[in-house]
T-cell receptor, first 116, second 107 residues
Framework: GAVVSQHPSWVICKSGTSVKIECRSL??????MFWYRQFPKQSLMLMAT?????????EQGVEKDKFLINHASLTLSTLTVTSAHPEDSSFYIC????????????FGPGTRLTVT | GQNIDQPTEMTATEGAIVQINCTYQ??????LFWYQQHAGEAPTFLSY????GLEEKGRFSSFLSRSKGYSYLLLKELQMKDSASYLC????????FGTGTRLKVLA
């Protein structure tokens, strides 16, 4: 149980285009989903916290107009990287939490984004 | 500020025991997590401590001292497949991850 999927697993796009990444909780309803970014040999950096039906809360330094997050249902959150640039190339990982009071988060397999 | 420190790299021999330390200074504390992450993959949950003491799960144990802001992950009977990064994370109102410790297990 508690499986989280991400799609696509990898994507290459040209500079200036937008890319959408989907995060789905397959066998549970996730009230909260998190989006992380991980650069090579670095740790996970939280970008934003997404609660179903409300606006995402972005971490300091993360541009909300560039990284659009939509948590439209209890099983789906999307991250859209708008006007992507090579410096946005990274490993994007989502995670989902069962309830607002739960402590464990379940990670998706990640999406490797390369911007050329 | 929020700070979580771990050693960058460690090397150990197959069959041995290794201890990975984590020290933290955070605003608030709602538990400490250890995750294993293989290269190019997402982290997988290993353990969770919210009270002081030792939690044991098979070959893996995790210890927490809240007064010292200190935790360690103990891996016993090391196997080659244990070669991975180990991430310490503290939950405040959000999850804050340490930089991770890359463990190499040698035959």
């Amino acid at each position: 149980g508690a499986v989280v999927s991400q799609h696509p697993s990898w994507v290459i796009c040209k500079s200036g285009t937008s890319v959408k990444i989907e995060c789905r909780s397959l066998d549970f309803q996730a009230t909260t989903m998190f989006w992380y970014r991980q650069f090579p040999k670095q740790s996970l950096m939280l970008m934003a916290t997404s609660n179903e039906g409300s606006k995402a809360t972005y971490e300091q330094g993360v541009e909300k107009d560039k990284f659009l997050i939509n948590h439209a249902s209890l099983t789906l959150s999307t991250l859209t990287v708008t006007s992507a640039h090579p410096e946005d190339s990274s490993f994007y990982i989502c995670s989902a939490r069962l309830t607002s009071f739960g402590y464990e988060q379940y990670f998706g397999p990640g999406t490797r984004l390369t911007v050329t | 500020g929020q700070n979580i420190d771990q050693p960058t790299e460690m090397t150990a021999t197959e069959g041995a025991i290794v201890q990975i330390n984590c020290t933290y200074q955070t605003s608030g504390f709602n538990g400490l997590f250890w995750y294993q992450q293989h290269a190019g993959e997402a982290p997988t949950f290993l353990s969770y401590n919210v009270l002081d003491g030792l939690e044991e799960k098979g070959r893996f144990s995790s210890f927490l001292s809240r007064s010292k802001g200190y935790s360690y992950l103990l891996l016993k009977e090391l196997q080659m497949k244990d070669s991975a990064s180990y991430l310490c994370a503290v939950r405040t109102y959000k999850y804050i991850f340490g930089t991770g410790t890359r463990l190499k297990v040698l035959a």
